[in-house]
């Protein structure tokens, strides 16, 4: 296992981290024990970044892996988030004290931990003012209930701000192949300031698997069968919009051919490429079973050359396929 410092925390990382969105319900039925063994499979092997959010499932997907780590909670680094997905809220965004303070208690109960080492706010809450926020988090990690706090999708702006009321150790975003919209600012920002860099959607949440064809339907239960609709979010509409999704399909070939030149395959090859950046302390995957796993730690180790860098942007250009999406995050 390849290992990397998260920032200025005292925290070494696998590079490859364990995703744990999927098992929330959310990407259609997943057999929890093939889960569990696949949390042991990583732990096994070196893997000791775990990801999880309130919002996978409202629960679901802590509870999971709490239950899935058991006593080897202690070999692992956890990362959770709150302050989104709360139906009883007008935006589903709640980031206020007495939520933080209440979703922390109930993660650590799922969790069956006293305490995680990343707490992250998941998306900006517009109605609470981040000072509150901030006050809050900093709290938790003086109660020891977090040793480090981050934000995710946050803007450089708001980073910004928030930098000013508390350091933020950790943040996570989207980076892939299909979306670079980080190396602009975020990026830069993060190596600047020494902050732990998570990136999510290493395999373009499925399009970088190399198992989807233009005829496939997805399950009616995952969020994929929209079209890259999901409610006011900016993530996947240039991924599995109609307009695009032939396209995508058309480059992902291309990019097979291109990973054989190594040996590997697609998701080794894509992988390889999101953990090209040095700023990303660790490159979350969703694992299903154990077989993922072991497929997916055959992406450490090598490097892609610099002409084959630029080969794999030539090939997304070719097929007219949009690395840069406009627009945030979400609308």
């Known amino acids: 296992m390849e290992y990397r410092q998260f920032g200025k925390t005292d925290l070494e990382v696998s590079a490859i981290g364990f995703g744990c969105w999927e098992i929330g319900g959310t990407y259609g039925r997943i057999d929890e024990s093939q889960f569990q063994r696949a949390v042991e499979q990583a732990i096994d ?57 209440a979703s922390i208690e109930k993660s650590l109960q799922r969790l069956q931990t006293d305490h995680v080492d990343v707490y992250l706010v998941h998306w900006p809450d517009p109605d609470t003012p981040l000072e509150e926020t901030m006050r809050a988090l900093d709290d938790i990690v003086r109660q020891g209930k977090a040793r480090y706090i981050g934000l995710s999708n946050f803007r450089v702006a708001q980073i910004e701000s928030c ?10 975003y989207g980076w892939n192949m299909f979306d670079r919209r980080m190396q602009a600012e975020i990026f830069p920002y993060c190596a600047a300031q020494e902050i732990g860099v998570m990136a999510y959607g290493s395999l373009a949440y499925g399009m970088l698997s190399g198992a989807f064809h233009a005829a496939m339907q997805f399950e009616e239960s995952d969020w994929r069968s929209r079209g890259g609709m999901l409610g006011n979010l900016n993530l996947f509409r240039t991924l599995f919009g109609p307009e695009h999704f032939s396209r995508n399909l058309h480059a992902v070939e291309d990019l097979k051919r291109l990973a ?19 700023v990303v302390g660790t490159a979350l995957v969703g694992f299903r079973e154990p077989a993922e796993v072991m497929e997916n730690l055959e992406a450490l180790g090598w490097t892609i050359s610099a002409a084959d860098m630029a080969e794999i942007d030539a090939i997304l250009a070719r097929h007219g396929c949009v690395t840069v999406p406009p627009g945030w995050l979400e609308d």
């Open 45 to 101: 092997h070196g893997i000791t970044c775990f990801d999880t959010a309130e919002a996978y499932g409202m629960g679901v997907s802590e509870q999971a892996l709490g239950h899935a780590l058991g006593g080897r909670r202690r070999d692992v680094c956890i990362v959770t988030k709150f302050g989104v997905g709360y139906d009883e809220m007008p935006t589903r965004r709640d980031s206020s004290r007495t939520r933080v303070m």
């Open 163 to 172: 930098m000013r009321l508390r350091r933020i150790d950790v943040v996570q």
């Open 260 to 278: 054989t030149k190594y040996d590997k395959t697609l998701p080794q090859f894509a992988l390889r490429w999101t953990l090209s950046n040095r």
